[in-house]
Every structure is written in structure tokens, then in C-alpha cells.
């Protein structure tokens, strides 16, 4: 059983197209993640939401809109993909404050 | 802001051998969680092992120890006995009642046969 699930695993696309990716966890984590990879292996935060609540919202560009239906989903929606967006996003999941994140696998996004 | 330093891009060990990799952070917060992770060539991101600020006790996970300095605001990890599958880039990161962690630059770590 897959803790947290990301679909894709890799995406290619266009400049200018919408894409998203989607994040389920099954652990019964309250908090949720995604944070972004660049090409230097750079991790940076992105979102962050607890039970449904976006609680934090780095400066990301507003193309990108996060959107949590309920605890145990995360999803990533980007709007106009620009060639700087390709990078590899991870959703992330914690039970309390300060235990720990399970990642997902990780989605290569591809934009050219 | 916190920050999270990792002052070695690379490094590499004999296997069977002891490595210890470094990390430095920076925060205002009196409470705060440390943790180290390893991020192997398959892109997966895997929690090594965990530190509560608050505890003097250095954690350890098997091969896995920390030494967590809290005054000098150290956290290095040291890999004991290390096996081929301890390839690969790890991250050391800071988790504040901010409610997110900042993560280091990462340290690629080779293990030679």
C-alpha cells in the first residue's frame, strides 16, 4: 500500500497549457505539502494545508492553485506553464508538527 | 527566516567506513524539530531519522547517529559501517511551530566498494 501517491510520475507538456497533478495519502495525516525541486536539487516550500486549511502559501506565482477536497487529497493545478516551471514536485504528508514528512515519489514535470 | 546550511556539495566513503555529514541552521525559535533525509537516485525522498530540539539525547536509527549541538546550532550525521545502498543525496532540514522546514542544499554522499 502506497503511503502517499502522486499521479503522474512524469509529465510533459507545453508552454502555455494547464496541467495537474494530484496527491493522496492514506496515512491519516492532517498536513499536507507540496514542496518544489529544481534542477540543482534546490527543495522549496510551496503550500501547505491542514485539514482542507491552506495554511501556508509561499510566494509562488498565482498560476499555481492548490486545492484540498478533503484531509487525505492535495492536488496541484498550474495554469499557463512556463519553461521555468519544469522542475520535480513532491507532496508531502505529517501526522503532527515536527514528525516528519512521508513524500511522495516525486511528479518530473517536463514543460517545452 | 531560518536557514539551513550544508557546507559540503559532495562527499565519499570506503564501505565498511564512517562518514559524517555536516549541517548548520539558524532560527529565532526556541522550539523546532531537525531531521535528516535521503533522497537516492530513484528521486525518493526518505526520512533518515529525527531530533526534538528540546531533547539532549543525540538520536540514532541503527547506522544512522546525529550530533546535535544546540548552542552552536549543529546537526551533522554520522553513517557507521557504510553499505553501498547509503548512496545518495541528503538533506538536513529544519521544522519550526511555523509550520513548514526549511531544507539545506543537500550533500551528494558516493560510497566506494
Known amino acids: 500500500d502506497t503511503a502517499v501517491s502522486q499521479t503522474p510520475k512524469y509529465l510533459v507538456t507545453q508552454m502555455g497549457n494547464d496541467k495537474s497533478i494530484k496527491c493522496e495519502q492514506n496515512?491519516?495525516?492532517?498536513?499536507m505539502y507540496w514542496y518544489k525541486q529544481d534542477s540543482k536539487k534546490f527543495l522549496k516550500i510551496m503550500f501547505s494545508y491542514n485539514n482542507k486549511e491552506l495554511i501556508i502559501n509561499e510566494t509562488v506565482p498565482n498560476r499555481f492553485s492548490p486545492k484540498s477536497p478533503d484531509k487525505a487529497h492535495l492536488n496541484l493545478h498550474i495554469n499557463s506553464l512556463e519553461l521555468g516551471d519544469s522542475a520535480v514536485y513532491f507532496c508531502?504528508?505529517?501526522?503532527?508538527?515536527?514528525?516528519?514528512?512521508?513524500f511522495g515519489s516525486g511528479t518530473r514535470l517536463t514543460v517545452v | 527566516a531560518q536557514t539551513v546550511t550544508q557546507s559540503q556539495p559532495e562527499m565519499s566513503v570506503q564501505e565498511a567506513e564512517t562518514v559524517t555529514l555536516s549541517c548548520t541552521y539558524d532560527?529565532?525559535?526556541?522550539?523546532?524539530?531537525l531531521f535528516w533525509y535521503k533522497q537516492p537516485p530513484s528521486r525518493q525522498m526518505i526520512l533518515v531519522i529525527r531530533?526534538?530540539?528540546?531533547?539532549?539525547q543525540n538520536a540514532t536509527e541503527n547506522r544512522f547517529s546525529v550530533n546535535f549541538q544546540k548552542a552552536a546550532k549543529s546537526f551533522s550525521l554520522k553513517i557507521s559501517d557504510s553499505q553501498l545502498g547509503d548512496a545518495a543525496m541528503y538533506f538536513c532540514a529544519l521544522y519550526t511551530n511555523a509550520g513548514k522546514s526549511t531544507f539545506g542544499d543537500g550533500t551528494t554522499l558516493t560510497v566506494k566498494p
Open positions: 496515512l491519516g495525516h492532517d498536513t
Open positions: 508531502a504528508s505529517s501526522l503532527l508538527p515536527g514528525g516528519g514528512y512521508t
Open positions: 532560527t529565532s525559535e526556541s522550539d523546532y524539530y
Open positions: 531530533q526534538e530540539a528540546y531533547k539532549q
